[in-house]
């Protein structure tokens, strides 16, 4: 999350009102009949996804015609200096739609309500601790996690049949030096096919939450509860494991770690890359950009001594601090949210739901289009490691994030690595934690 300046607060409030639809007083409305109005900012943005969220607010408005709910359309490219804008001028929307990984400096800094004693019984037994944990801060809760996405690979289902290599499933994944040998196999040796293509323009989330399947941590709190980053040899697995498949093994393409996940897709369908670990959501793109007749496969992740354990930051629902209608919100996010309304907002996103009761849906655990696999990977999903460190960050954009992409090119080893992202990472967030 990237702070800006009281100068740039003020150069972009009135983008920020224009955006939100903000009134003069903030929060929610009561008109002259005691009616009440709640803005829920949705970040939602494919058409599915988009669609499901403006039918349940219809569906919500009719049922309850003295809590209206209005809704605004938001980005995820300028969600959080949007949202530090509109707190900072006291035009926050009420409910909030963001992701557990952008609320740390928020609910730190005041803006978010503690939602401990607003959360009804039935949500909060719906969707597992593991989940919470994402949105705690402290001592407080300050966000519903309700959508997740596991990483996963996405594999060309006649290579691999044609390699005769075992198929992993969520109860027996590959181990990285299994992976590793795999990628080998399936490379052509000549650069026409690499095992492996890793899209790594944002390396540090891929990195650290696969890494929690090897043990992987890097942070750590000391015995003042301050976070450290210690590295260790549990954290070493997933970024050595790439650094040789693209440096050593030639099994994976070196022109793929600046791209995004989309940018692999045209080479993935060419079938220069058997695979490409990508977020769950990309088999969206995939089904509907895929060739006729290409056939794909949805494999779990590779996994270490700790099992098929991976980092997320889950899609959450916040109240702000200086709403005045706390409670309506929060029976707002209860109808939102449940099971079967849940399920449909997955299925809009092509993401796994939090809540258990979504999880049965039949819909969500079909073999088509991997669903099965995503499914029997939701228990294993956990708080990726960085969620509630302060100065995180600063720490991923001016450390970690040139770090590992100098390491994965082969420009530094891995004791640099090492070096950099503890040493100077430790500088960083020792700032936060004064």
Same mark, same amino acid.
């Given at each position: 999350?990237?702070?800006? *300046? ?9 983008? &920020?009102? /224009?955006? *939100? ?7 929610? !409305? ?12 949705? /970040? ?30 938001? &980005?995820?490219? &300028? ?21 557990? !990984?952008? /609320? ?78 795999? *990628?080998?196999?399936? &490379? ?11 899209? /790594? ?132 996010? !209860? ?18 739901? *939090? ?80």
């Amino acid at each position: 999350m990237r702070r800006i *300046t009281k100068l740039a607060i003020a150069a972009t409030a009135l983008a &920020s009102l /224009l955006l *939100t639809g903000c009134s003069d007083n903030g929060g929610g !409305d009561r008109d002259a009949d005691g009616k009440v109005t709640l803005r829920f900012q949705s /970040l939602a943005w494919q058409k599915e996804s988009v669609d499901a969220n403006k039918e349940l607010v219809d569906e919500w408005n009719a049922e309850h015609p003295d809590v209206r709910v209005e809704y605004v359309q938001g &980005s995820w490219d &300028s969600v959080h200096d949007q949202l530090l804008t509109s707190f900072e001028g006291g035009e926050a929307p009420d409910i909030i739609h963001d992701a557990s !990984d952008d /609320l740390a400096d928020f609910a730190y800094g005041g803006y978010l309500t503690d939602l401990r004693e607003l959360l009804p019984a039935r949500l909060r037994s719906d969707i597992p601790q593991r989940s919470w944990d994402t949105t705690t801060f402290g001592d407080g809760v300050y966000g519903v996690p309700f959508l997740q996405e596991p990483r996963v690979l996405i594999a060309n289902e006649k290579i691999l049949k044609e390699s005769g290599v075992r198929i992993p499933t969520a109860e027996k994944p590959w181990s990285w030096p299994e992976f590793r040998r795999i *990628t080998k196999k399936l &490379s052509s040796g000549d650069g026409k096919r690499f095992g492996v293509a890793w899209p /790594l323009k944002d390396p540090v989330s891929a990195t650290l939450n696969l890494g929690l399947s090897a043990g992987g941590q890097l942070f750590h709190r000391d015995a003042d509860g301050k976070a450290e980053v210690r590295f260790t040899e549990g954290d070493a697995v997933v970024p050595g494991t790439v650094h040789d498949q693209v440096n050593t093994d030639k099994s994976a393409s070196a022109a793929t770690l600046g791209m995004g996940g989309s940018d692999t897709l045209p080479g993935f369908f060419g079938g220069k890359y058997a695979m490409v670990p990508l977020g769950f959501s990309y088999r969206q793109q995939i089904a509907q950009q895929a060739p006729e007749g290409f056939e794909w496969k949805v494999l779990p992740a590779p996994a270490g001594a700790e099992g098929p354990a991976q980092g997320v930051s889950p899609q959450t629902l916040s109240i702000a601090e200086e709403s005045p209608y706390k409670k309506e919100a929060m029976e707002f996010i !209860d109808f939102f949210l449940q099971p079967a309304n849940m399920a449909r907002l997955a299925k809009g996103d092509w993401m796994l739901p *939090t809540g258990n009761g979504a999880l049965k849906d039949p819909a969500l655990r079909a073999e088509k289009d991997g669903w099965a696999t995503g499914a029997a990977l939701a228990e294993h999903l956990v708080s990726a490691p960085a969620q509630s460190v302060r100065g995180y960050p600063e720490w991923k954009d001016k450390v970690a994030t040139p770090a590992y992409q100098e390491y994965y090119s082969g420009a530094i080893d891995a004791d640099e690595l090492e070096k950099r992202l503890v040493e100077d990472g430790n500088l960083v967030l020792a700032r936060y934690q004064r």
